[in-house]
């Protein structure tokens, strides 16, 4: 079997030397992978944020870093880390 890779890979290092550009690239939709070990890591929009964007829907999560994606309406879940702490 073969198959034909179109992914972009990068080592950790030379990654991290340009890791802005780099996720720029994956978020306009490249395909950009890190090799980590026996891996290839790959860098993408995460899902839930993109499809919530592009719905114009409200994500509700512990996780206020979804705050900093431009356009995204996010709402803290305060309750469900209360839930958790009993």
């Not at 034909?4 to 802005?20: F, H």
């Not at 992978?33 to 995460?46: D, E, K, Q, Y």
């Not at 839930?48 to 999560?61: D, H, M, R, S, Y």
């Amino acid at each position: 079997m073969t198959f034909i890779a179109t992914v972009k890979t990068l080592t950790i290092t030379s990654a991290r030397q340009n890791l802005g550009a780099w996720l720029a690239r994956a978020a306009r939709g490249e395909e950009i992978g890190i090799i980590s070990s026996a891996h290839v890591i790959a860098l993408r929009p995460v899902a839930i944020a993109a499809c919530a964007k592009q719905a114009g829907a409200t994500v509700i999560t512990t996780d206020l870093h979804f705050a900093k994606v431009p356009g995204l309406k996010v709402r803290a879940a305060v309750y469900w880390a209360r839930l958790e702490s009993n």
